[in-house]
């Protein structure tokens, strides 16, 4: 089996502040994914990457940056954090199957901005 | 483009009932459908997955889901739930050939003694 590794857990940040997210995955799995899960909304897509040295936009990628240092690891930046805003972001890796791959989430890194 | 409609946000269930959880998806061709679970404080697991066949599916942990395409639906069920099934649980759609997942809302799950 593998694991998915999500730094830091937990995310205090300030109004206007850039924050970084760190993904890392063991499963050797071309496909990584960040995702926004808010109260009740469930999850959004931010950005994918289908495999090393590729990057695509979700459906809510204004207001972040995505960077896919190697395989094994999808890094998330929050550019400019906003006041009150409050969200879990889970990372998740799949094999490369066109849509029908499994995914493998992580625990989530939890973002406080005051 | 893919929607997922789950309309009960909380569904409340005695242990040993019976269960089924709705949902709804909205695409024009044939869609991978998926049933994923979060434990509280963890990342989602998959129960199980659909794209062809037999339109019954089965998963883990005595879960199962039946397809319709005439409903556009793909509701989960489980014939006699335990309190460890207490979480929240998705219902997720992507195209084949597509790598972009879309999640429904989720419903919250609570199995009381």
């Known amino acids: 089996g593998g694991i998915i590794t999500q730094t830091p857990k937990f995310l205090i940040g300030q109004e206007g502040q850039k924050l970084t997210l760190k993904c890392q995955q063991n499963?050797?799995?071309?496909?990584m994914y960040w995702y926004r899960q808010d109260s009740g909304k469930g999850l959004r897509l931010i950005y994918y990457?289908?495999?090393?040295?590729?990057?695509q936009k979700g459906d809510l990628s204004e207001g972040y940056d995505a960077s896919r240092e190697k395989k094994s690891s999808f890094s998330l930046t929050v550019t400019s954090a906003q006041k009150n805003e409050m969200a879990v972001f889970l990372c998740?890796?799949?094999?490369?199957?066109?849509?029908?791959?499994?995914?493998?989430f992580g625990p989530g890194t939890r973002l406080t901005v005051l | 483009a893919q929607s997922v409609t789950q309309p009960d946000a909380r569904v409340t269930v005695s242990e040993g009932a019976s269960l089924q959880l709705r949902c709804k998806y909205s695409?024009?061709?044939?869609?991978?459908l998926f049933w994923y679970v979060q434990y509280p404080r963890q990342g989602l697991q998959m129960l199980l997955k659909y794209y062809s066949g037999d339109p019954v599916v089965q998963g883990v942990n005595g879960f199962e889901a039946e397809f319709s395409k005439s409903d556009s639906s793909f509701h989960l069920r489980k014939a006699s739930v335990h309190w460890s099934d207490s979480a929240v649980y998705f219902c997720?759609?992507?195209?084949?050939?597509?790598?972009?997942?879309?999640f429904g809302s989720g419903t919250r799950l609570l199995v009381s003694p």
């Open positions: 695409y024009s061709a044939t869609p991978y």
């Open positions: 990457s289908i495999t090393e040295n590729d990057l």
């Open positions: 499963f050797n799995h071309d496909t």
């Open positions: 997720a759609v992507s195209a084949s050939g597509g790598y972009k997942v879309v």
């Open positions: 998740a890796s799949s094999l490369r199957d066109w849509g029908g791959a499994e995914q493998y």
